[in-house]
């Protein structure tokens, strides 16, 4: 009778492993609908500041920071090219402890 109980610590044990692997399931998904969340907000402020880039930089950067946290982002970086005036910018998107960052390019209309 020394195995009485042992399916109950096995069956145990793998409930275990099912929520720790349903766990890892979810927190991968939150870092991908994160990531997608970063990578919209960073094109649209992108678009945003091109779209403003005759105005000068600090324009264009506002307008920017605006459609990023309109989105759901924080604008960390916002540069523009003189005479060309592409906007190159980095959006930030919190997921949990972490944060996701998205960098994107446009060019004016």
């Known amino acids: 009778m020394a195995d009485r109980g042992a399916g109950t610590v096995?069956?145990?044990?793998?409930?275990?492993?099912?929520?720790?692997?349903?766990a890892?399931?979810?927190?991968l998904g939150g870092a991908?609908?994160?990531?997608?969340?970063a990578a919209l907000a960073?094109?649209?402020?992108?678009?945003a500041?091109?779209?403003?880039?005759?105005?000068?930089?600090?324009?264009?950067?506002?307008?920017?920071?605006t459609v990023a946290e309109a989105?759901?982002?924080?604008?960390a970086r916002c540069a523009l090219h003189p005479g060309t005036g592409v906007a190159d910018l980095t959006a930030e998107v919190a997921a949990?402890?972490?944060t996701v960052p998205a960098r994107s390019r446009a060019g004016p209309p």
Request: hydrophobic share 65%.
């Open 10 to 22: 096995v069956a145990a044990a793998c409930l275990a492993l099912l929520g720790l692997a349903a």
């Open 24 to 27: 890892v399931a979810f927190a």
């Open 32 to 37: 991908a609908e994160a990531r997608q969340r």
């Open 42 to 47: 960073a094109d649209l402020a992108a678009l």
């Open 49 to 65: 500041a091109a779209d403003r880039a005759l105005d000068g930089v600090a324009a264009a950067c506002e307008v920017a920071a």
């Open 71 to 75: 989105n759901g982002a924080r604008l």
């Open 96 to 98: 949990g402890p972490f």
